[in-house]
């Protein structure tokens, strides 16, 4: 099931902004969700992973500044990204993996826009 990313937008330099991946309850519990990044004419970057067994991983360069989390078990896994600089400008994506059997993909989602500007 394609995941589907939420909470782009337009931000000032220094902003805030919590993108959100929805995925069904089942897709939540059993596979893991990545968050990753894609600058205009290049290759998507890996930012964070939250794992089933509740582990997260972090790129090195974002982790002091961006939160990978999920609403409980089965919810939606969101990427809370502080102190925004105008290089996070970027289309955003979720993705899930694991097991082919739990029907975990890998999928991505359409992406989310995030602009940092002032």
């Known amino acids: 099931v394609q995941p589907v990313e939420s909470g782009g937008g337009l931000v000032q330099p220094g902003g805030s902004l919590r993108l959100s991946c929805a995925v069904p309850e089942f897709t939540s519990y059993h596979c893991g969700i990545h968050w990753y990044r894609q600058y205009a004419g290049k290759q998507r970057e890996w930012l964070a992973s939250?794992?089933?067994?509740?582990?997260?991983e972090y790129l090195s360069s974002v982790k002091d500044r961006f939160i990978i989390s999920k609403d409980g078990d089965k919810g939606p896994v969101y990427l809370q990204m502080n102190n925004l600089k105008p290089e996070d400008t970027a289309m955003y994506f979720c993705?899930?993996?694991?097991?082919?059997?739990?029907?975990?993909?890998?999928?991505w989602g359409q992406g989310t826009q995030v602009t940092v500007s002032s």
């Open positions: 993705r899930t993996t694991g097991a082919a059997v739990r029907d975990c993909g890998p999928y």
């Open positions: 939250f794992y089933i067994d509740g582990r997260i």
